[in-house]
């Protein structure tokens, strides 16, 4: 059995991500993809994450209609700061997964920053890398030992921001066809990413 997957912070989850993951479906042959919701990244300590909950509802919506995608709360209920290696070993002790062929799913940029992640070799010990890539970067200046593991995703790179998504919605622009419907819905019907003086969006 091959399973990915692809663990951020998703707010919101959007097409690209999707995108991603059917790419990593088509390329690698993977059976199921697990959406990993992370609750407290180290590298985003800097910026105000939306609610937990609210940011899970987007992801179960937007996989709902996707037979090979899962929404994993292994993070969420491990709580404390978030780090790929403990969810990898998470992984690795459910008896479901003990013969699994493990692919995590990061972009150019986490595959450039992979160095400084808490227990590279232990990731790379316990799964291959799907790298999808990101407009500007060149994923070959990661160190080797991570190249090595590392399976390049062919397509464009990803070109939809969450955070063009946020400030989007911070100014009443349209997200339509950057998100799917369902979350778009949702956003809208909770008044996601407004500013507090927001009086009508265009959605």
């Known amino acids: 059995m091959r399973i990915g997957l692809y663990g951020g912070t998703f707010d919101p989850v959007h097409l690209g991500h999707l995108r991603v993951a059917e790419q990593a479906c088509l390329e690698l042959g993977l059976q199921r993809i697990f959406f990993v919701l992370t609750p407290n990244p180290p590298h985003k300590a800097a910026r105000a994450i939306s609610p937990a909950p609210q940011r899970l509802r987007m992801l179960q919506l937007a996989a709902a209609d996707h037979p090979q995608f899962e929404v994993s709360t292994a993070e969420l209920e491990r709580g404390g700061v978030s780090y790929t290696v403990d969810t990898l070993r998470h992984f690795r002790a459910q008896p479901e997964f003990a013969?699994?062929?493990?692919?995590?799913?990061?972009?150019?940029?986490?595959?450039?920053?992979?160095?400084?992640?808490?227990?590279?070799?232990?990731?790379?010990?316990?799964?291959?890398?799907?790298?999808?890539?990101?407009?500007?970067?060149?994923?070959?200046?990661?160190?080797?030992?991570?190249?090595?593991?590392?399976?390049?995703?062919?397509?464009?790179?990803?070109?939809?921001?969450?955070?063009?998504?946020?400030?989007?919605?911070?100014?009443?622009?349209?997200?339509?066809?950057?998100?799917?419907?369902?979350?778009?819905?949702?956003?809208?019907?909770?008044?996601?990413?407004?500013?507090?003086?927001?009086?009508?969006?265009?959605?």
Request: proline fraction near 6%; charge should be neutral.
């Open 99 to 203: 013969g699994a062929e493990l692919f995590l799913i990061i972009g150019a940029d986490s595959l450039l920053e992979l160095k400084n992640w808490r227990e590279p070799q232990t990731i790379i010990s316990m799964a291959q890398l799907a790298v999808y890539s990101r407009s500007g970067l060149d994923w070959r200046q990661a160190a080797p030992q991570f190249l090595q593991a590392a399976h390049l995703l062919s397509g464009p790179p990803l070109d939809i921001s969450a955070t063009d998504i946020r400030q989007r919605c911070s100014r009443g622009e349209s997200i339509r066809d950057l998100v799917p419907e369902p979350v778009r819905n949702y956003i809208l019907e909770n008044k996601l990413y407004q500013n507090s003086f927001q009086k009508s969006l265009a959605f």
